[in-house]
């Protein structure tokens, strides 16, 4: 016959290798839940900008493509359907060119080779410099006359909408550089305006030294 208080002792012992396991069990659970939430939140595509179908459709439907390279927005600027350095391949309606990764052939270029140069005083909108140019004397679907956007355009291209519909719009727009804009930074000369067009930062403006390189995409 077992003496009451081994059974007392075995009682114990049981109970607390059931605690142990439950402690490791919790213990383990809270590990992967935070794996989990840490995963999820340096993950930069949860926070990407997504449209749901019937938003999307209704933005792309606002938009004329007019079949020569350019595309006509809600507003009626006229827009190139390719970043300066792109191809329009009439066949496919797309833009190419020999560009690797996500260039697809886009030029980056500077705002300006001066550092507060490049605008006009009294404007603060680009009239000279690389990107101004590039613009200007560039000729798509026999039309010149183009320029380069102001920041409030960039913005209004990029307003209720996400990357996936700009690349039905604008397809092969390159992500890995923002796109400059005629206007200088209020604040500092040395800066100009530019957007990005990337998943994660989509329709974001930043101050950018107008000597680093960035894509454009001429207005007209």
Known sequence: MIPKSAKNNTKVVMMGNYMQKTQNCLFSFLV?????????????????????????????????????????????????????????????????????????????????EVAAGCVSPA????????????????????????????????????????????????PQTPDDKEFWSASQDENDANLARAMSFSGVNFGKEYGRQKTDVKYVKCVR
């Open 32 to 112: 992967i839940a935070f794996s989990l939430l840490a995963i999820e939140c340096s993950n930069p595509k949860d926070k990407e900008k997504k449209l749901d179908s019937g938003a999307q459709l209704s933005v792309i439907l606002s938009f004329h493509d007019n079949g020569n390279g350019i595309v006509t927005g809600p507003d009626g600027l006229l827009w190139m359907k390719c970043a300066i350095g792109q191809v329009w391949d009439s066949s496919l309606n797309t833009c190419t060119g020999t560009g690797g990764g996500t260039t697809f052939g886009a030029r980056s270029m500077k705002f300006c």
């Open 123 to 170: 404007t603060l909108v680009a009239d000279s410099g690389p990107a101004f140019n590039a613009c200007n004397t560039v000729t798509v679907g026999g039309l010149t006359g183009w320029r380069l956007p102001t920041k409030f355009e960039l913005a209004n291209l990029g307003s209720g909408m996400d990357r996936p519909t700009m690349l039905m719009i604008f």
